[in-house]
């Protein structure tokens, strides 16, 4: 039995919500980059990066290539990186939205000289 559209789609918005991995995918959208170079950009104990840095292959966003002793990882494909710069443009409507009323409020309090 198959799982319907919307059950996967709510597994990937679960995959994507912790923190570290979204700061992975950021990382990796600038370039592949090897765990040291993750650790050293991420606050986070190496064996916890290594758990997200599994997920994140098992399920397609990351790929993993032995380079001699080394591993570099890599985005999987443009899919996620426009995932991220869709989440980038909703968070920014949303934000730019908060500024206005913000500007607002502050309009009217000026306006009525309320403290």
């Known amino acids: 039995m198959s799982v319907p559209l919307y059950e ?8 994507l919500g912790h923190p570290v991995r979204i700061r992975v995918l950021e990382l990796l959208q600038v370039r592949p980059m090897q765990v040291r170079e993750l650790l050293a950009e991420i606050e986070v104990e190496a064996t916890g990066l ?6 994140l292959r098992r399920s ?11 591993v570099v990882y890599a985005l999987a494909g443009g899919g996620v990186a426009e995932l991220l ?8 409507q949303k934000l730019s939205g908060q500024n206005e009323l913000l500007s607002e409020l ?10």
């Open 50 to 55: 290594s758990q997200h840095l599994a997920v």
């Open 106 to 115: 502050l309009a009217e309090k000026l306006d009525t000289g309320v403290r």
């Open 8 to 15: 996967a789609k709510a597994e990937l918005f679960r995959l």
């Open 85 to 92: 710069r869709a989440a980038r443009d909703l968070l920014t």
């Open 60 to 70: 397609g966003m990351v790929t993993a290539q032995r380079e001699g002793s080394t």
